[in-house]
C-alpha cells in the first residue's frame, strides 16, 4: 500500500497513528508532499490536492482521514472504532469534534500568517472559539477516553498535538488540566511519538 500524506498534516498523521497502532504501517510506503505547491502526482489520486491518499494493493485511491481509518479498521481490525452500538457512535463523534477543531485552526492559522492589515480579525476570534469550546469539552467530559484507543483519540491527540505544532502561543492545555493529563499520556505512546510533526 501507498500512503500520501506531509510530515505537518494533522490528517495525514491520523492515519500513520492508526496504521502503527493496527499493527500494519510495516505495509505501507509513506511519501510526503509539500501540499503547498501543486503536485500532478497527488491531483491524479485525489482531484481535491489534500492528503491523505492511500492506494490499495488492487490499486483503489481512498480519501481523505475518516474513509482511509475506516478501511484500515474495517480490513485490519476492528480495534479503532466499535462495530456497532452506542460505543461506535461515541467514536465517530469525539472523531467528528477532533476534526472540527482542525477545520477551525487551519484556517485561524492560514488568516494569521497573513500582513497584519489583510488579518480579518473577525474570522479569527470565530475560528479559535470554535477550538476554545471544542476544548472545553473535552477537558470537562471523561467518557471518551475511558476505553482502549480509538479514531476519537486519536483524532483529539493529533489535533493536540497541530495546535501546540503550528500555534504553541494559544498554551491550549494550561487551562485544562484534564486535557492535559490524558495528552501527557496518550501522546507517549509510540505510535504518537512516531509521528511527531516537523
Known amino acids: 500500500m501507498q500512503l500520501y500524506g506531509s510530515n505537518t498534516s494533522p490528517y495525514a498523521r491520523k492515519i500513520r497513528i492508526a496504521a502503527i497502532e493496527l499493527g ?42 475518516p474513509v482511509i481509518a475506516e478501511w484500515l479498521d474495517v480490513t485490519y481490525g476492528p480495534r479503532l472504532l466499535p462495530a456497532s452500538g452506542p460505543a461506535r457512535w461515541s467514536v465517530l463523534t469525539v472523531a467528528a469534534l477532533a476534526d ?42 471523561d467518557s471518551w477516553h475511558a476505553g482502549a484507543p480509538d479514531f476519537g483519540q486519536i483524532g483529539v491527540g493529533c489535533a493536540i498535538g497541530y495546535l501546540e505544532f503550528r500555534m504553541p502561543d494559544l498554551a491550549v492545555l494550561s487551562t485544562r488540566p484534564r486535557l492535559a493529563a490524558w495528552n501527557a499520556g496518550f501522546s507517549a505512546r509510540p505510535a504518537m511519538k512516531a509521528t511527531v510533526p516537523h
Open 100 to 141: 472540527g477543531i482542525l477545520d477551525a485552526a487551519v484556517p485561524a492559522r492560514a488568516e494569521r500568517l497573513r500582513p497584519p492589515e489583510q488579518q480579518s480579525a473577525a474570522a479569527i476570534e470565530k475560528n479559535l472559539g470554535k477550538v476554545a469550546r471544542a476544548l472545553d469539552w473535552l477537558d470537562q467530559n
Open 24 to 65: 500494519v504501517m510495516d505495509r505501507i510506503t509513506f511519501t510526503a508532499f509539500d501540499v503547498g505547491t501543486m503536485q500532478p502526482e497527488l491531483v491524479k489520486l485525489n482531484p481535491l490536492h489534500k492528503v491523505p491518499v492511500l492506494v490499495t494493493d488492487d490499486g483503489r485511491a481512498l480519501f481523505d482521514s
